[in-house]
């Protein structure tokens, strides 16, 4: 069973930049839609951005348009968001998951995705 890894979360200060990462243990992550998700303490999980297999295509939600970026390294076989300019509402334990094989496009509904990693924290605060 593919099992998902993130890694990257971190303390940061407001208009900081992390870089997180996502992987998988059996396979390249390169087939697959995969999303970001974020659940801050308190509050429902939420998506935040994803990727397509195919052109690729992303999606991001408002809030983060703009600061976030979700990028394929093919090389790894590795998915990676790139978060600039952090806020303290950004903080929360993001999740990756593995969406639709082949997919040409991509949504950030977390009924849509399969596999979930364990998360990794990501704390904005001066």
Same mark, same amino acid.
């Given at each position: 069973?593919?099992?998902?890894? %993130? ?10 930049? +992390? $870089? +997180?990462? *996502?992987?998988? #243990?059996?396979? =390249? +992550?390169?087939?697959? =839609?995969?999303?970001? &998700? @974020?659940?801050?303490?308190?509050? %429902? $999980?939420? /998506? ?8 690729? #295509?992303?999606?991001?939600?408002? =809030?983060?348009?703009? @600061? &976030?970026?979700?990028? @394929? ?10 978060? #600039? #300019? +952090? ?6 334990? !993001? !999740? *990756?998951?593995?969406? =639709?094989?082949?997919?040409? !496009? ?6 849509? !995705? /399969? ?12």
């Amino acid at each position: 069973q593919v099992q998902l890894v %993130e890694s990257g979360g971190a303390l940061v200060q407001p208009g900081g930049s +992390l $870089r +997180l990462s *996502c992987g998988a #243990n059996t396979t =390249s +992550l390169d087939y697959y =839609s995969i999303g970001w &998700f @974020r659940q801050a303490p308190g509050k %429902e $999980r939420e /998506g935040v951005a994803c990727i397509s297999v195919t052109a690729p #295509n992303t999606f991001y939600v408002d =809030s983060v348009k703009g @600061r &976030f970026t979700i990028s @394929r390294d093919h090389t790894k076989g590795t998915v990676h968001l790139q978060m #600039n #300019n +952090l806020q303290p509402e950004d903080a929360g334990i !993001y !999740y *990756c998951a593995k969406g =639709s094989i082949g997919a040409p !496009y991509c949504a950030v509904v977390p009924g849509g !995705y /399969g596999a979930w990693g364990q998360g990794t924290q990501v704390t904005v605060s001066s």
